[in-house]
């Protein structure tokens, strides 16, 4: 294991371990042993009470922070036509068809998020193979595929996050920045909390919020008590 600097063991010494804080605490705490030299990310991690290896426990989906995540996405729009002009409008960095479709087979991958039009998916497949395992598979649940490409481009360049539970029941989420006011952290925080909530799969049994942590880049992480937070809501 790599050696912890000087800073994160002092960082670290901050932070109780065996103590849940309430969100408000947590987050605080968070921007407070920040150890970086940058603006770090901050992102909550949920352990959530489901069998991902069920197809009716598998949560995925997108929401729209109301603060942002502190990161403008550079955008690459699938589309032709009336649908390409869209999106050039919409603000995407980047739209085209076959020609970017063969530049990310050889290797380019200058952008954050895909957005396709469904009638461009057939071509968009090919690339399953380098696309799948990155994350970038443009999906309907997340809302990256659509013929509503103003609003998809609009709502991604305004702070939307994709979430999706893996393999051992996790999903982390970034809410913003290290710089961000604690109230826009909290804000972004309880965005994704109330959706995490609204998507339980009716099949999941026993406790749903196992366990919930913020940190930040290079930060240790902070535990987060769930029913304090539903009391100040």
Do not use: C
């Not at 479709?101 to 380098?130: C, H, N, S, Y």
């Not at 970038?136 to 702070?159: H, Q, S, Y």
Request: aromatic content about 8%; cysteine-free.
């Amino acid at each position: 294991m790599a050696k912890k600097g000087k800073k994160y063991l002092e960082a670290v010494k901050l932070v109780d371990r065996s103590k849940a804080y309430s969100v408000a605490e947590a987050i605080e705490l968070v921007k407070k042993t920040s150890t970086a030299k940058f603006d770090a990310t901050v992102e909550v991690a949920f352990r959530l009470g489901v069998d991902p290896k069920k197809a009716d426990q598998q949560i995925r989906g997108a929401v729209v922070l109301p603060n942002g995540t502190g990161k403008t996405q550079r955008v690459l729009v699938f589309a032709k036509g009336e649908k390409a002009k869209e999106a050039e409008a919409a603000g995407a960095d980047f739209v085209g068809d076959t020609d970017y479709i063969a530049k990310i087979q050889q290797g380019w991958f200058d952008f954050d998020v895909i957005v396709a039009t469904p009638d461009m998916m057939g071509e968009v497949g090919k690339l399953g193979r380098v696309l799948g395992p990155k994350g970038l598979m443009p999906n309907p649940k997340t809302g990256t595929v659509t013929f509503d490409v103003d609003r998809a481009v609009k709502e991604i360049k305004a702070g939307k996050v994709e979430y999706r539970v893996d393999r051992q029941s996790n999903i982390h989420v970034p809410i913003g920045k290290v710089s961000f006011e604690d109230a826009k952290l909290l804000e972004n925080f309880t965005t994704i909390f109330d959706t995490l909530l609204k998507v339980k799969p009716a099949a999941a049994k026993g406790t749903y919020m196992k366990n919930i942590s913020v940190t930040s880049t290079m930060g240790p992480g902070v535990k987060v008590d769930a029913s304090t937070f539903s009391a100040i809501k």
